[in-house]
Structure formats: C-alpha cells, structure tokens
C-alpha cells in the first residue's frame, strides 16, 4: 500500500500532534501528584508535630486528601 506525499505528510502531523498532547496530559499528571506529595507530607507533619484536638483536625484534613482522589466524593 502505496502513500502519497500528501497522505504521508498528514499521518506524521498528526503522530506529531498525539504525541504532544500525550507528554501535556503526562506532564499535567506528574505536577498532580507532585502537588499532592506535597501536601501529603505536609499534612504528617502537621499530624506529629500535634497533639490533642489539633491533631486530630489534621488527620480529617488528611483523609478529606485521600477522599479527593476519589471522582464522585466532595468534601
């Protein structure tokens, strides 16, 4: 099967295209669960600095964390 110039210029623009637009999703991905890392660890620390009531409002912020990872859960 025999492609022309044209026809061969258009399948490399768009594998030029899906490529791109899968490293943004993949780099949209990776700054997520960076940001979330983030709070992850700060949140632990908030939880073994405290005591008392204190911590136990950072372990409901840690867990209403985890719960946003689920799509249908709003806190």
């Known amino acids: 099967m025999e492609q022309t110039g044209a026809s061969f210029g ?22 997520w669960l960076l940001r979330f890392q983030r709070e992850l660890k700060l949140l632990r620390s908030e939880i073994g600095r405290t005591k008392g009531r204190e911590q136990k409002y950072w372990i409901k912020k840690r867990r209403k964390l985890w719960f946003s990872l689920l799509p249908f859960v709003r806190y």
């Open 10 to 31: 258009l399948d490399v623009i768009i594998v030029i295209v899906i490529v791109f637009l899968g490293c943004m999703i993949l780099a949209r991905f990776v700054n």
